[in-house]
T-cell receptor, first 114, second 114 residues
Framework: AQSVTQPDIHITVSEGASLELRCNYSYGATPYLFWYVQSPGQGLQLLLKYFSGDTLVQGIKGFEAEFKRSQSSFNLRKPSVHWSDAAEYFCAVGEPGGYQKVTFGIGTKLQVIP | DADVTQTPRNRITKTGKRIMLECSQTKGHDRMYWYRQDPGLGLRLIYYSFDVKDINKGEISDGYSVSRQAQAKFSLSLESAIPNQTALYFC?????????????FGPGTRLTVT
């Protein structure tokens, strides 16, 4: 069965600093990978996704993520964090084909300090 | 207007009461999902539906039922609410896998069972 691990429950960074959120997955083949963001009081919004091809994917709001098959990782990065990036971030793994099952990680809550 | 709407946004109910959460979408997607979100547990799938005649249990369906009244409407019912069903509930939709795996989320319903 597929699974997702987000090892950091809370992360605090200073505004303007770089950010990396970690995500590791478990799946027998190459999965589909996603990062979603949840702002307070709102639903989840897709930041970016990886299906195949270039392992460095660009998303919205200046985020990017890199798929590393050897490490079973899909870490999210941003070079310079803005206060508006404070939110909860979810990594998810999808099962290609069939039912389209998506499994979410437990989330990483990002706090941005001035 | 929002593509995926949920009503109510907040609800407080008593143990043993029946409650229905409603979801409507204007995206024209066939696939709809119900998740619950609990702190430290991420999102867990309750039920999913591929079309009005195809409804399937997710990983935590006990104590819940659903109804797909139309392509655009998918309701979640708690037949006899209990306190451990207190959570944030999300409805989501997705297009056919051949087009996209992205899931589009509603704003959520915060349910409290006292």
């Amino acid at each position: 069965a597929q699974s997702v691990t987000q090892p950091d429950i809370h992360i605090t960074v200073s505004e303007g600093a770089s950010l990396e959120l970690r995500c590791n997955y478990s799946y027998g083949a190459t999965p589909y990978l996603f990062w979603y963001v949840q702002s307070p009081g709102q639903g989840l919004q897709l930041l970016l996704k990886y299906f195949s091809g270039d392992t460095l994917v660009q998303g919205i709001k200046g985020f990017e993520a890199e798929f590393k098959r050897s490490q079973s990782s899909f870490n999210l990065r941003k070079p310079s964090v803005h206060w508006s990036d404070a939110a909860e971030y979810f990594c998810a793994v999808g099962e290609p084909g069939g039912y389209q099952k998506v499994t979410f990680g437990i989330g990483t809550k990002l706090q941005v300090i001035p | 207007d929002a593509d995926v709407t949920q009503t109510p946004r907040n609800r407080i109910t008593k143990t043993g009461k029946r409650i229905m959460l409603e979801c409507s979408q204007t995206k024209g997607h066939d696939r709809m999902y119900w998740y619950r979100q609990d702190p430290g547990l991420g999102l867990r799938l309750i039920y999913y539906s591929f079309d009005v005649k195809d409804i399937n249990k997710g990983e935590i369906s006990d104590g819940y039922s659903v109804s797909r009244q139309a392509q655009a409407k998918f309701s979640l019912s708690l037949e006899s609410a209990i306190p451990n069903q207190t959570a944030l509930y999300f409805c989501a939709t997705s297009d056919h896998p051949g087009r996209s795996y992205e899931q589009y989320f509603g704003p959520g319903t915060r349910l409290t069972v006292t």
